[in-house]
């Protein structure tokens, strides 16, 4: 009963070098998404996929693409890595409206 | 465009304290609301939910009502416990019955419980 497994769960990366976050998940849900929770914000929704095939820009997309790569997996790519991009990132997945999360990984850029 | 805003804090309490989390949201249309608790080091847990205007969720001990007149869902506990310390997380969900299931967040209240 995995859930939503994202990898890696801690990452440091230098200014300017680029990654990917992977996000898979078991329970056949439709609907995925990446947040990134920053101290004071909550959590800020940077993409999402209502479906298969389907992306979309959340609140805070600049910087990041993502791919839905089939119906489990939806990765979130950092390009040209920023300070500003040191954050916690969490995926979810949801049916009727209720989230399952992922247990999220804490990216730092120095 | 939709908003949660819930009440900062942190909050400390006393074991068997009663508990009161406000949160209050901005919507068109019919939103589902839920309450999401982080524990330390850990992804967030749906606590709760309510999905029309009086319905009452509950899990927990923890209880939270819909009240669209005062757009309204605030979270209570009659006596919390040291293990009810976390993170507290209002969210909304606009329209999920026509497939819009994004999350809005509220900034989360962090919750100490002092024994």
């Known amino acids: 009963n995995a859930g939503v497994t994202q990898t890696p769960k801690f990452q440091v990366l230098k200014t300017g070098q680029s990654m990917t976050l992977q996000c898979a998940q078991d329970?056949?849900?439709?609907?995925m998404y990446w947040y990134r929770q920053d101290p004071g914000m909550g959590l800020r929704l940077i993409y999402y996929?209502?479906?298969?095939?389907?992306?979309d820009k959340g609140e805070v997309p600049n910087g990041y693409n993502v791919s839905r790569l089939n119906k489990r997996e939806f990765s979130l790519r950092l390009e040209s890595a920023a300070p500003s991009q040191t954050s916690v990132y969490f995926c979810?997945?949801?049916?009727?409206?209720?989230?399952?999360f992922g247990s999220g990984t804490r990216l730092t850029v120095v | 465009g939709d908003s949660v805003t819930q009440m900062e804090g942190p909050v400390t309490l006393s074991e068997e304290a009663f508990l009161t989390i406000n949160c209050t949201y901005t919507a068109t249309g019919y939103p589902s609301l839920f309450w999401y608790v982080q524990y330390p080091g850990e992804g967030l847990q749906l606590l709760l939910k309510a999905t029309k205007a009086d319905d009452k969720g509950s899990n927990k001990g923890f209880e939270a009502t819909y009240r669209k007149e005062t757009t309204s869902f605030h979270l209570e506990k009659g006596s919390v416990q040291v293990s009810d310390s976390a993170v507290y997380f209002c969210a909304l969900s606009a329209n999920p019955n026509f497939g819009n299931e994004k999350l809005t967040f509220g900034t989360g209240t962090r919750l100490t419980i002092i024994p």
């Open positions: 329970m056949n849900h439709n609907s």
């Open positions: 996929s209502a479906s298969e095939g389907t992306t």
């Open positions: 979810a997945s949801t049916r009727a409206g209720v989230c399952t």
